[in-house]
């Protein structure tokens, strides 16, 4: 009887390190799918642009001059950048704290240059969703993308689908590097 319950122990220990296994296999598997995803969205550092000048209106968009700072991560040095962000809704939604603060996103191997954001990005609408700002894809560099950070709750106001106000481009141009 003793014998007995000791193979059955055996065999729950046996089919408990299975199940762990095969859920450490099944998430391993989930990863590998997962990494180059996770590859383009690595932080490479911050955007904070300082609205200036006066602001133009059609329409169907608006638009701003603006002075920007990039603070990259731990590699590279700081730069300025002069540009425009053109956006659609509501003018003091967008434009009405004077700064428009970015994540700049790429490749985890990614080298820093100087005046690497220097092109136009553009929303990509297939990945927007309602709740978050779509992120602004490099029309020259792709790996590069700049994703609003949303300093206000509610830019989408509840039973609505759309936000009051988007950025759908920003055009930089680099000021000054240290390099």
């Known amino acids: ?37 996770r590859e383009a969205g690595t932080i490479l550092g911050i955007l904070t642009c ?4 006066q602001f133009e209106t059609n329409p169907d968009a608006l638009q701003r001059d603006v002075l920007c700072d990039f603070r990259p991560g731990s590699h590279g040095a700081d730069e300025s950048y ?23 996103k790429g490749s985890a191997s990614a080298i820093l240059k100087p005046g690497m954001l220097q092109q136009v990005y553009s929303t ?15 029309a020259t560099d792709t790996s590069i993308v700049l994703q609003p950070i949303e300093e206000r709750e509610g830019r989408v106001a509840e039973g609505k689908m759309r936000p009051d106000a988007a950025i759908i481009q920003v055009e930089l141009k680099l000021k000054s590097s240290p390099a």
């Open 124 to 138: 990509d609408a297939a990945q927007s969703s309602v709740a978050a700002a779509a992120p602004l894809i490099g």
């Open 82 to 104: 002069t540009g425009t962000v053109r956006g659609f809704g509501q003018p003091n939604e967008l434009f009405g704290t004077g700064t428009i603060v970015l994540e700049v």
């Open 50 to 53: 300082s609205i200036t000048g």
């Open 1 to 37: 009887m003793a014998d007995s319950n000791v193979s059955v122990r055996r065999v729950l220990a046996v089919v408990g390190l299975c199940g762990t296994l095969g859920g450490t296999l099944a998430q391993d598997q989930q990863d590998q799918k997962a990494a180059p995803l």
